[in-house]
């Protein structure tokens, strides 16, 4: 199985890109019933638990750093073990008890041994995450070019998947 995992911010104008494309994947009938949809918004802690299901892979869809507003990005995620951080900053980065921002909720997870073996992220970088309703046209415009990332990189996850890799 796989997760997919929207995060974002409805509240923040661009920051809501994660939720607003699992909503688009949520109206999609091609989709593999191996894959499942999960809303995480802003509560990441969720997300961890969720993780304590046994996935083989995880994809984080979310806004995330970029030069160019409206631009698509996928990324191998490169999670930080908490175990391995000096004292201060393992507890820094553990206090959230929330954990809306992935990263920090993929270093809990891994912390915990839950998070999958493969860990992506698909996003987009955002023109506008102030408060407000509505995303920009930049990160509107992306939302079909993520989608359809999303799902070359889920076909060749489901592939491994049956390979055994």
Same mark, same amino acid.
């Given at each position: 199985?796989?997760?997919?995992?929207?995060?974002?911010?409805?509240?923040?104008?661009?920051?809501?890109?994660?939720?607003?494309?699992?909503?688009?994947?949520q109206?999609?009938?091609?989709?593999?019933?191996?894959?499942?949809?999960?809303?995480?918004?802003?509560?990441?802690?969720?997300?961890?638990?969720?993780?304590?299901?046994g996935?083989?892979?995880?994809?984080?869809?979310?806004?995330?750093?970029?030069?160019?507003?409206?631009?698509?990005?996928?990324?191998?995620?490169?999670?930080?073990?908490?175990?391995?951080?000096?004292?201060?900053?393992?507890?820094?980065?553990?206090?959230?008890?929330?954990?809306?921002?992935?990263?920090? +909720?993929? %270093?809990?997870?891994?912390? #915990?041994? &839950?998070?999958?073996? !493969? @860990?992506?992220? =698909? *996003?987009?970088?955002?023109?506008?995450?102030?408060?407000?309703?509505?995303?920009?046209?930049?990160?509107?415009?992306?939302?079909?070019? +993520?989608? %359809?990332?999303l799902?070359? #990189?889920? &076909?060749?996850?489901? !592939? @491994?998947?049956? =390979? *055994?890799?």
């Open positions: 199985m796989i997760l997919v995992a929207g995060f974002g911010n409805l509240l923040h104008r661009d920051d809501a890109f994660g939720v607003r494309l699992l909503e688009r994947l109206d999609n009938p091609n989709l593999s019933p191996r894959v499942r949809l999960f809303d995480a918004g802003i509560g990441g802690m969720h997300f961890v638990q969720e993780l304590f299901c996935y083989r892979a995880v994809v984080i869809l979310d806004a995330v750093q970029g030069q160019t507003p409206g631009q698509v990005r996928v990324l191998q995620a490169d999670v930080t073990d908490p175990r391995t951080l000096p004292p201060r900053l393992k507890r820094d980065m553990l206090a959230d008890l929330h954990y809306a921002e992935p990263g920090r +909720a993929m %270093a809990m997870a891994k912390a #915990l041994d &839950t998070l999958p073996p !493969r @860990a992506y992220i =698909v *996003g987009c970088v955002p023109a506008a995450i102030d408060l407000g309703i509505g995303m920009s046209p930049e990160a509107e415009n992306a939302l079909p070019i +993520a989608e %359809a990332r799902t070359e #990189l889920l &076909t060749s996850l489901l !592939r @491994a998947e049956e =390979v *055994g890799e």
